[in-house]
């Protein structure tokens, strides 16, 4: 993204300087060129004019060389001053992980807005919530030796593509026939069963009435 921005920015000041514009106007063009690229801007250089609207523009180098020894690192800043900087990285961790969990829990599993008024149920509310966190994070930890690349949120998408059915067939002596089918996978949910050797159940056994349907007496 900042080589594409610098790219940009870069053509950018080019077209600005090869105009003949007011100071006013050329600083509200550079002003919205430093909005649109603001990643490329701070590695760039510029020097205006006091009088006119003519500036210079150079690449900062030194910024540059900075920035790139600094990709790929993370850097925690806290106000606690003593302590192992390790012991701190944990207790960050453990932050990242209890926000995941409430943002979990309200987004994919709904647990608010709670409209219940008694407190039990209330409570039954909650408590299915946690147990359906709790097969979140189990799905989540057998995801990631197997399908590292795919998150319980897609993997709960792909499932929720199977859908259970009741087929109702009348008969000849006027009884129903149910057939209670769930709808066969796509060819990427196959892939995802296989990959976490995970086995659908068989289809259950057709069903059918023991008496007769009446039918309605015409009016």
């Known amino acids: 993204m900042r080589k594409r921005q610098m790219k940009w920015l870069w053509k950018r000041l080019r077209q600005l300087a090869a105009m003949e514009v ?3 106007e050329m600083l509200m063009k550079l002003g919205a060129a430093r909005s649109k690229a603001p990643s490329a801007w701070r590695l760039v250089n510029i020097a205006m004019d006091k009088d006119t609207a003519n500036f210079t523009y150079s690449l900062n180098r030194d910024k540059l060389r900075t920035l790139r020894r600094r990709e790929g690192r993370y850097l925690l800043r806290t106000n606690i001053a003593e302590g192992d900087p390790a012991l701190l990285w944990q207790y960050y961790i ?4 209890v926000e995941e969990a409430f943002k979990t829990l309200k987004d994919d599993l709904a647990i608010r807005p709670i409209f219940h008024k008694e407190e039990r149920r209330i409570e039954a509310h909650i408590f299915i919530s946690f147990l359906a966190y709790c097969l979140y994070i189990t799905l989540q930890r057998r995801l990631h030796p197997l399908a590292p690349g795919l998150t319980a949120r897609s993997a709960l998408e792909k499932f929720a593509a199977v859908q259970m059915i009741d087929v109702h067939l009348p008969t000849a002596d ?3 026939l149910r057939l209670t089918r769930y ?5 990427e949910l196959q892939l ?3 990959q976490m050797k995970l086995v659908l159940p068989p289809q259950p056994p057709p069903k059918i009435s023991g008496t007769a349907i009446a039918n309605p007496s015409p009016q």
């Open 174 to 176: 006027g009884r129903e």
């Open 22 to 24: 007011s100071r006013e």
């Open 94 to 97: 453990q932050l990242v992980a």
């Open 183 to 187: 709808t066969q996978p796509e060819p």
């Open 192 to 194: 995802l069963l296989k």
